[in-house]
């Protein structure tokens, strides 16, 4: 059996200011999904769930982060399909 170290919550005014600036709103659902996530996470009791939803938010935080990068590395890229 895996064992995950224990995830500790972070509040939104806590993360980087990279996350906080001009970001599509394909970001700031992804977060907004991951946020939710996390929530689900410290409401349960059972580690299993508590693990999976933390996996699931990680997920998204990594996929906004890329499109972040992605839209940074190419300004003509405004939308995404």
């Known amino acids: 059996m895996v064992t995950q170290?224990?995830?500790e919550l972070v509040d939104d005014e806590k993360r980087s200011q990279r996350m906080i600036?001009?970001?599509s709103d394909n970001v700031l659902k992804l977060r907004a999904i991951a946020a939710r996530f996390r929530a689900h996470?410290?409401?349960t009791g059972?580690?299993?769930y508590q693990?999976?939803?933390e996996s699931v938010a990680?997920?998204?935080e990594e996929a906004a982060l890329?499109?972040?990068s992605r839209a940074q590395m190419r300004?003509?890229?405004k939308r995404v399909c």
């Open 41 to 43: 996470s410290a409401q």
């Open 75 to 77: 300004p003509d890229l």
């Open 66 to 68: 890329d499109f972040e």
């Open 51 to 53: 693990r999976k939803f």
């Open 58 to 60: 990680s997920e998204l």
């Open 46 to 48: 059972v580690h299993l």
């Open 21 to 23: 600036g001009p970001a």
């Open 5 to 7: 170290p224990e995830v």
